[in-house]
């Protein structure tokens, strides 16, 4: 087997990729002509706005009025106003580049391939990767789910941690749950993460505000890159009478219109909370047929993600970055991943062509880049059916296991 390039090629290529990054999301004009001009636009602007109203008003997001993210999302937001609005840009790309590093060294430390794989993932999915308040809880995550196997508590509140940031590593400790790997751990490295963070919310006056995020999805209507949306796209393509696609002020995002969208946005919720319950059905047959435990904890937090990404009537960009900690927990546990971690890349790379390079043609339908749109949503499911197959045929001796780490012959990483 060929063996990867050595650690110092990779901080090479870890250095290069975020200074990139950086460079297209600070620098405006970068991206082109066809491109979301402002790829960093929710850092400078949403996240920067809410911070600016704290310091003018006295009102935080979270803790003084209802908000759409999880409590723990503020203290990065925070992080990087300590310089003034000048340089909130340039210190959240720090910030996210810190945090990164930290999980680039805990990758290595565990296998040099894993490691390799995140730098490559988050080159492909490009600006979006680091210019969001995902980024600050996908490094989380990855550490998290690096201690699943050697110290669950630990990943469990690394995990719930990750969860008060952005929701999704949920997904992540239902699949410890449901895999049986040290339930009582899990849930007290969850109980007591949750504990301090809302007392400590409730104590700073926050009320049922630290729970408003639960419900502040459901009223959205269909965001054009989700894959529900594909069917009015292709209507406004074709110039059907009614549909269209339109800039919601409230949300701050685009949406479609037209016959049926009402309707089906209100069944998506329903929609979504079936593939869920689909995937944990599946997920406990595998286990009482014997599959073990660490196949079933990998495959059920990459369904659970996939259900969340494939059936979700929102599908920004960013939402590819979710795919990043059960990818890792699967080249982990099994060779089996190797088909989501390649199929993973090339979604990756297909939304970055999306967002931001091409989203002004999106917006517009050109028929072309809606049928790259159409492509990534298509293999978003493509790797939910491939998650479900895999845990359909999932008992003893069914997926091939990865032999130790340390005794792989190929990328170790003292190579």
């Not at 935080?60 to 925070?78: C, E, F, Q, R, S």
């Not at 590593?169 to 809302?198: D, E, Q």
């Not at 089996?336 to 002004?360: E, G, N």
């Amino acid at each position: 087997m060929r063996r990867l390039p050595g650690i110092p090629v990779l901080v090479g290529a870890f250095v290069l990729v975020h200074v990139g990054l950086g460079l297209l999301g600070l620098v405006p004009g970068l991206v082109g002509p066809f491109a979301d001009p402002t790829p960093f636009g929710d850092v400078t602007g949403v996240y920067r706005f809410w911070i600016d109203t704290w310091h003018a008003q006295g009102r935080l997001v979270g803790i003084d009025t209802a908000w759409v993210y999880p409590l723990l999302a503020v203290v990065p937001m925070l992080l990087a106003s300590v310089a003034g609005d000048g340089a909130y840009a340039l210190l959240w790309v720090l910030l996210v580049t810190l945090l990164d590093a930290g999980a680039l060294v805990l990758l290595l430390r565990r296998d040099l391939r894993l490691a390799w794989w995140w730098v490559v993932f988050t080159a492909c999915l490009g600006p979006v990767a680091i210019g969001r308040i995902d980024a600050v809880a996908v490094p989380v995550a990855l550490a998290g789910v690096l201690a699943v196997s050697t110290r669950p508590t630990l990943a469990a509140v690394l995990l719930s941690i990750a969860t008060w940031i952005k929701v999704w590593p949920a997904a992540v400790l239902a699949a410890m749950l449901v895999a049986g790997r040290r339930t009582a751990a899990v849930i007290t490295g969850v109980a007591l993460t949750s504990a301090v963070v809302i007392g400590v919310a409730v104590a700073l006056g926050a009320g049922r505000n630290v729970f408003s995020f639960i419900a502040a999805q459901t009223g959205r209507g269909l965001q054009i890159e989700a894959p529900v949306t594909g069917l009015w796209l292709i209507d406004v393509v074709l110039g059907l009478p009614g549909a269209s696609v339109y800039y919601d002020r409230d949300i701050l995002t685009f949406q479609v219109a037209g016959e049926g969208v009402q309707a089906i946005s209100e069944a998506m919720t329903a929609v979504l909370a079936i593939g869920v319950l689909v995937v944990v059905v599946l997920a406990v047959v595998a286990r009482l047929r014997g599959a073990a435990d660490g196949e079933v904890l990998a495959l059920t937090a990459l369904g659970l993600v996939s259900a969340f990404v494939a059936l979700n009537k929102v599908g920004s960009p960013q939402y590819l970055t979710w795919f990043a900690a059960p990818v890792v927990l699967g080249l982990a546990t099994t060779r089996r991943f190797r088909f989501p971690a390649i199929l993973v890349l090339v979604m990756a790379l297909l939304t970055q062509l999306v967002y931001p390079w091409c989203y002004l043609l999106v917006i517009d339908a050109v028929p072309w880049m809606i049928g790259v749109l159409e492509l990534r949503n298509l293999l978003e499911l493509v790797l939910l059916a491939w998650t479900m197959g895999a845990l359909l045929r999932a008992h003893p001796g069914a997926l091939e296991r990865a032999e130790p780490i340390a005794d792989l012959e190929a990328d170790r990483v003292g190579s």
